[in-house]
């Protein structure tokens, strides 16, 4: 058997990675290769793996803002220490989930000659353009010197190419994924037994255009007053969200459950009419995934890889900007459409269709027998 492949990953939530890790690593077994995987911040459990084996960096970020650069700093340090202290059993580095920002191991692994491939999920500039608009070019600047010094780049989607400006690098992407789907996401409940309720699901923060989504709601409310509303997930605008819907008394009609687990996910789907994703960039969300596959339609915005897989009136639907008024105007057309059920059997087509573990396999395999 070759020498194991080493997958590297951010500090990331367990909502935001836990499916799309297992999956890859179950790609890579599947393949008959080991894995030296090296995580950071959340302990994820893939212990039902038998070729993976587990290295766990700690990461506690303070409060005090200037405290996290130095943290931060310290974490790529050790990262890097162990990283040394176990290169040796890999030849082929897989940066993902934030860590294709870690510059420290970068530079390690480089000048240890192993051979880096950037699996990009999301684009961190664009990201910080909403949360932290100062640290946008130097983030556009570090991007830039990972492209280049990496051997290959994985994104998404052909159209991630020139939204997140990565042409001049277009002879060493790839285009592939890690998702594919389980017996757990499916149909449970018919559309037509479902309760007149729309939702958002996913993490509260700016770049994902959930604020809007509330802003909206008074004009979606007042025009369907049978409507309940489900904002799922945790992050930082939870507050901000609570006090808004408190002042516009909609405390009743929307439902905040907080973070909800992969278990209960297919619960939840199964209980909306449709789901809303009201992004400012995308990579290839999930949630969008896991909805089709529940027989859910889509309204979203038509960024990053979603126009792949989501065209208006046929396997879901989209909204030209997500504006408050266009966000309202959308849920208000598709929810008094009569193809909603059809859209959401189209859309749980495509995702069996394309989305198997056998395609999803197939898509990375040029990458993986090259590790």
Request: proline share 5%; charged share 20%.
């Amino acid at each position: 058997m070759s020498k194991p492949v080493c997958i590297v990953t951010g500090i990331v939530h367990p909502l935001a990675a836990y499916t799309s890790l297992h999956n890859l690593l179950s790609i890579i077994e599947s393949e008959g290769k080991k894995t030296e995987f090296f995580q950071s911040g959340v302990l994820l459990d893939f212990s039902s793996f038998k070729n993976v084996t587990n290295h766990w960096i700690p990461y506690t970020s303070p409060d005090i803002k200037i405290f996290r650069v130095f943290t931060f700093l310290y974490f790529q340090m050790r990262l890097s220490v162990q990283l040394i202290h176990y290169h040796h059993h890999f030849d082929s580095v897989i940066l993902i989930f934030g860590s294709e920002n870690f510059s420290i191991p970068l530079l390690v692994l480089k000048i240890l000659r192993k051979r880096v491939i950037l699996y990009y999920v999301s684009s961190q500039p664009k990201i910080y353009s909403f949360i932290h608009p100062e640290l946008v070019f130097l983030f556009s600047c570090i991007q830039r010197v990972h492209n280049a010094v990496s051997d290959k780049i994985i994104v998404y989607s052909p159209n991630l190419i020139n939204e997140w400006d990565f042409g001049k690098y277009r002879n060493k992407i790839v285009i592939a994924h890690e998702y594919f789907f389980k017996e757990t996401f499916t149909v449970t409940l018919p559309f037509s037994d479902r309760p007149p309720r729309v939702g958002y699901i996913g993490r509260l923060s700016a770049e994902k255009g959930v604020q809007n989504l509330v802003r909206a709601l008074p004009h979606i409310l007042g025009i369907r007053k049978d409507l309940r509303v489900l904002i799922g997930g945790e992050g930082d605008l939870m507050e901000s969200i609570q006090l808004s819907l408190a002042e516009e008394d909609f405390t009743d009609q929307v439902d905040l459950p907080g973070w909800i687990s992969q278990d209960d996910l297919p619960q939840y789907l199964n209980q909306l009419q449709l789901l809303i994703l009201p992004s400012y960039t995308e990579g290839l969300p999930t949630i969008m995934l896991q909805a089709l596959a529940c027989g859910t339609p889509v309204l979203a915005t038509a960024v990053g890889a979603i126009p792949d897989i989501i065209r208006d009136g046929e396997t879901g639907f989209i909204m030209r900007n997500n504006s408050p008024e266009c966000i309202a105007e959308n849920v208000i057309r598709v929810m008094s459409s009569q193809i909603r059920e059809t859209v959401g059997q189209q859309g749980r087509r495509f995702v069996e269709e394309h989305f198997t573990f056998e395609k999803t396999r197939e898509s990375l395999r040029p990458v993986i027998n090259t590790l």
